[in-house]
């Protein structure tokens, strides 16, 4: 719901966002911490658990933030969902550091306050380990594989 005063998030506001994350996500800029809300919550890779706030992500990815060569990021197979003030983006993400390519899905859950917008939730999961097996099948079609598998195992359980 749109809080008073408030005019919803649109489409423009959220592809003008995304640009500007990736943007500082390929320069490896501090600023990308920023765009992040002081109590977001990050599930990402450099992390076994839940990151509960904006420094916590910082203090955790910060060091492999800073730490790489030249990053491009492209995100693939992206959705948007607007509900007034909120909105949820899930893709694929193509990430190449220096010589390596590593495949995520992500999804942003993404809050406008003061007029701007905020990440409030981030969470990515590693596509990679999949990809090499499919060798070299595109992110779109081991995203489907793995909707199946996570169809029949909530089907039938997963082992204890």
Known sequence: MATQGSTGITKDEV???LKRFTDLYEKSDEGFFDL????ATVFNLYSNHRLDGRDAF?????????SHGKRTSEILSR??????????VS???RIQVDDKRVDL?????LNKENGGLQVKHLHNSSLTGVASAAAGKPVEDIQVLE????TSLS??????
């Open 36 to 39: 992040f809300a002081h109590d």
């Open 15 to 17: 592809d003008s966002f």
């Open 155 to 160: 089907a039938i359980g997963t082992p204890k």
């Open 105 to 109: 899905r992500g999804s942003l859950l």
């Open 91 to 93: 893709y694929n993400n």
């Open 79 to 88: 959705e948007t969902q607007i509900v007034g003030d909120t909105a949820l």
């Open 58 to 66: 910082r203090k955790s990815f910060g060091p492999h933030f800073k």
């Open 147 to 150: 909707e199946r598998v996570a």
